[in-house]
């Protein structure tokens, strides 16, 4: 959890990197974000499926494989074309992998919310810390170089780590989940709008408050990328702080407390814009157990031996959200500027905490989730 979020991070802070290096316009810039995206799409809609289907261990295993060797090619190459390709399974080799991690974590610990807000506590350090130690090295390709050499080296050392654990396979039945069902739930579409506003406002700020800040707050990389790293500091956290409430308030009700505390601090702080930094991130607190919590909300409305393809299933169309969003940003940065083009983030925050309201008010089965 530490190493795939501090990979993920590197991605939005070296972006005015790629974009000097590669003699990019914001469009293309984007597309290096938006095919990211894409693979997070195809590893959640196979691999969900494939997680039910395969021994935990070496599903988790092989997935671990392929994000190591793409980040294997960040280190040895300078291709534009090259970093494309290699977004695609190292982003969506990471989601995967955390994801994993969430939906196995309630079939080992009896007290699964903490334990999720724990482990994700310690992905907090990672995006935190890659953020804050990367932007200070973020001036060329050689930072971005040798930071995937030592994620890369961490890798192989949790690869080893992961080969002596025990971890629960999937209950094999004979009828297998079928993802057109899943859609049909009432709550599933919810869900992925629930998800899609999660994405492009948590995503959208990672990716590209670094470079809002330089063009057009008049802010430096490396204080763009403090106020990122303060963001999900105060995420990392408020990640620990509430692990213990979580089960006491109950997954639904915190969801709905600290989404909608979240969007209120995230819309204010884009509002007031240079001043408004401060309360930006310490919205991270208010969203530090969003996505935990959402992956164990969606798999809570299923089957345990579907929970895997149910949640994969969702997500991946929910990225479709983070695809799009990233697919066309560039562009609208372009024609209405930075300053204009930022308000699409809170008004995702806000409708993620207006429809989670709405699931809860609409869903009989929410009735039984606290």
Same mark, same amino acid.
């Given at each position: 959890?530490?190493?795939?979020?501090?990979?993920?991070?590197?991605?939005?802070?070296?972006?005015?990197?790629?974009?000097?290096?590669?003699?990019?316009?914001?469009?293309?810039?984007?597309?290096?974000?938006?095919?990211?995206?894409?693979?997070?799409?195809?590893?959640?809609?196979?691999?969900?499926?494939?997680?039910?289907?395969?021994?935990?261990?070496?599903? /988790?295993?092989?997935?671990?494989?392929? #994000?190591? +060797?793409?980040?294997?090619?960040?280190?040895?190459?300078?291709?534009?074309?090259?970093?494309?390709?290699?977004?695609?399974?190292?982003?969506?080799?990471?989601?995967?992998?955390?994801?994993?991690?969430?939906?196995?974590?309630?079939?080992?610990?009896?007290?699964?919310?903490?334990?999720?807000?724990?482990?994700?506590?310690?992905? *907090?350090?990672?995006?935190? +810390?890659?953020?804050?130690?990367?932007?200070?090295? !973020?001036?060329?390709?050689?930072? #971005?170089?040798?930071?995937?050499? /030592?994620?890369?080296?961490?890798?192989?050392?949790?690869? &080893?780590?992961?080969?002596?654990?025990?971890?629960?396979?999937?209950?094999?039945?004979?009828?297998?989940?079928?993802?057109?069902?899943?859609?049909?739930?009432?709550?599933?579409?919810?869900?992925?709008?629930?998800?899609?506003?999660?994405?492009?406002?948590?995503?959208?700020?990672?990716?590209?408050?670094?470079?809002?800040?330089?063009?057009?707050? *008049?802010?430096?990389?490396?204080?763009? &990328?403090?106020?990122?790293?303060?963001?999900?500091?105060?995420?990392?956290?408020?990640?620990?702080?509430?692990?213990?409430?979580?089960?006491? /308030?109950?997954?639904?009700?915190?969801?709905?407390?600290?989404?909608? %505390?979240? &969007?209120?601090?995230?819309? &204010?702080?884009?509002?007031?814009?240079?001043?408004?930094?401060?309360?930006?991130?310490?919205?991270?607190? !208010?969203?530090?157990?969003?996505?935990?919590?959402?992956?164990?909300?969606? *798999?809570?409305?299923?089957?345990?031996?579907? +929970?895997?393809? !149910?949640?994969?299933?969702?997500?991946?169309?929910?990225?479709?959200?983070?695809?799009?969003?990233?697919?066309?940003?560039?562009?609208? %940065?372009?024609?209405?500027?930075?300053?204009?083009?930022?308000? %699409?983030?809170?008004?995702?925050? !806000?409708?993620?905490?207006?429809?989670?309201?709405?699931?809860?008010?609409?869903?009989?089965?929410?009735?039984?989730?606290?």
């Amino acid at each position: 959890m530490l190493i795939t979020a501090g990979s993920d991070a590197l991605r939005g802070v070296f972006l005015p990197q790629f974009r000097s290096s590669f003699s990019l316009s914001e469009p293309q810039a984007g597309r290096i974000i938006m095919i990211s995206y894409i693979g997070n799409l195809l590893f959640l809609s196979v691999g969900g499926t494939l997680s039910d289907r395969m021994p935990r261990k070496r599903f /988790i295993g092989g997935v671990l494989c392929i #994000w190591t +060797a793409a980040l294997t090619m960040y280190v040895l190459t300078e291709n534009y074309y090259v970093l494309l390709v290699c977004m695609i399974f190292s982003m969506g080799g990471s989601t995967m992998i955390s994801t994993s991690v969430n939906v196995v974590t309630p079939l080992m610990f009896a007290s699964p919310a903490m334990y999720v807000s724990i482990f994700n506590f310690l992905q *907090g350090i990672g995006i935190t +810390a890659s953020q804050n130690i990367g932007g200070r090295f !973020a001036d060329s390709l050689k930072g #971005w170089h040798g930071a995937n050499a /030592i994620i890369v080296a961490l890798a192989v050392i949790s690869f &080893a780590l992961l080969m002596t654990l025990k971890l629960p396979d999937p209950e094999q039945k004979q009828q297998k989940p079928d993802p057109a069902a899943i859609l049909k739930t009432p709550q599933s579409v919810l869900l992925i709008l629930i998800c899609g506003g999660y994405f492009i406002s948590e995503h959208g700020l990672q990716n590209w408050l670094t470079s809002y800040g330089g063009e057009h707050l *008049g802010l430096t990389v490396s204080k763009s &990328a403090m106020y990122l790293s303060m963001f999900y500091g105060c995420m990392t956290v408020g990640r620990l702080i509430l692990a213990p409430f979580i089960e006491k /308030i109950g997954i639904f009700r915190c969801l709905i407390i600290t989404s909608s %505390v979240g &969007a209120v601090l995230y819309t &204010a702080g884009i509002i007031l814009g240079r001043q408004g930094l401060i309360l930006l991130g310490i919205s991270g607190a !208010a969203y530090s157990v969003l996505y935990p919590l959402l992956v164990m909300l969606i *798999g809570s409305f299923f089957d345990p031996s579907c +929970a895997g393809t !149910a949640t994969g299933f969702i997500l991946s169309i929910a990225t479709l959200f983070d695809i799009g969003f990233n697919a066309f940003f560039g562009s609208l %940065v372009e024609g209405v500027g930075y300053g204009k083009a930022i308000f %699409v983030l809170p008004v995702a925050s !806000a409708v993620m905490a207006a429809l989670l309201i709405i699931l809860k008010k609409t869903v009989k089965k929410s009735a039984e989730i606290r």
